[in-house]
């Protein structure tokens, strides 16, 4: 069964910071050619934090660059976000995400869709 398993998350105050973790099951990272984090708001949807690539090239949203940090540890089978000088408005649910491996033909979820997600508060 394939699975990831988001943790990390917690309440910090402005300013502070958090790493989250991603790890995967079923499948291994490197596998995939692109994983990321996401996140969800209250009556919002979801929306693209940050991804890697199997190249090692990463993307962040405009409001996170230079805040957060996005690595792969394959030897792990994890995925982590570092996020420096959080902002209220960065609180959400945080959901890991990874492209479904060539080849691969069981049941696969799209981003906010794999499981419960990793909570993360801030308060100012």
């Known amino acids: 069964e394939v699975q990831l398993v988001e943790s990390g998350g917690g309440s910090v105050q402005a300013g502070g910071s958090l790493r989250l973790s991603c790890t995967a099951s079923?499948?291994?990272?490197?596998?995939?050619?692109?994983a990321g984090w996401y996140r969800r708001t209250p009556g919002k949807e979801c929306a693209v934090v940050s991804t890697?690539?199997?190249?090692?090239?990463?993307y962040y949203r405009d409001s996170v660059k230079g805040r957060f940090t996005i690595s792969q540890d394959n030897h792990k089978n994890t995925v982590y976000l570092q996020m420096n000088s959080l902002q209220p408005e960065d609180a959400a649910v945080y959901h890991c995400?990874?492209?479904?491996?060539?080849?691969?033909?069981?049941?696969?979820?799209?981003?906010?869709?794999w499981g419960q997600g990793t909570q993360v508060t801030v308060s100012s």
């Open positions: 079923g499948f291994t990272f490197d596998m995939s050619d692109t």
């Open positions: 890697i690539s199997s190249d090692g090239s990463t």
């Open positions: 995400t990874a492209d479904p491996p060539v080849g691969f033909g069981g049941s696969w979820y799209g981003p906010c869709a």
